[in-house]
């Protein structure tokens, strides 16, 4: 008999403080797990506004439940000192993590339009930098936060979390044709739609 594929959030790979905002629901096995935009009065807003003010109190989504959680920072999170793999141009290891933080993209462009592939870099490297040096604006904030979901249902070490970050960083440069430029955004929203 062929076994069960794991589910893509393992509750047992849960951080302890996040674990326990779960402990009253069943984490279904296709569970999808995403932080929530909050938005600003959406009734009276054609266009959404975000209303995110303070990182640190994230807003975790099934699609169905909410839960909340409020990490202390990204360095807290990290777990171990595993070193990690060379990601090449076509890294296969930690794909779950790049898979976490594309769909986060592929929200802010849903609802703020294609960012610009300078300030995804600039994101990327801020994170991979000073993982919880000051705001950039929404966009860094909003990814901060799905840096949390990733540290806090991943037991990832620093070095794996900056690798992570650098292989991000790296594909928002390739992407890059100019000052402009928002090829990564198109990019995103054409590989995770043909996923869907």
Known sequence: ????????????????????????????????????????????????????????????????????????????????????????????AYNDAFIIFDMHVLEIIKFFGDPRDAEMEEIYSTLRRRPDGKSLGIVHDYLWQAAALVLGTRPLSEAEFGAIMSRSERSCRTFQLGPTSRNYAASIRMTLGQLR
């Open 1 to 92: 008999m062929q076994e069960a594929p794991e589910t893509f959030f393992n509750l047992a790979d849960f951080v302890p403080d996040l674990r326990s905002q779960f402990h009253a629901s069943s984490l279904g096995r296709n569970a999808l797990l995403r932080v929530a935009i909050p938005i600003k009065d959406p009734e009276q807003n054609p266009k959404p506004v975000p209303a995110l003010t303070d990182r640190q109190y994230i807003s975790i989504s099934d699609g169905n439940e909410f839960w909340f959680w409020e990490p202390d920072s990204l360095r807290s999170l990290f777990r171990g000192n595993k070193q990690p793999p060379v990601l090449g141009d076509y890294p296969e």
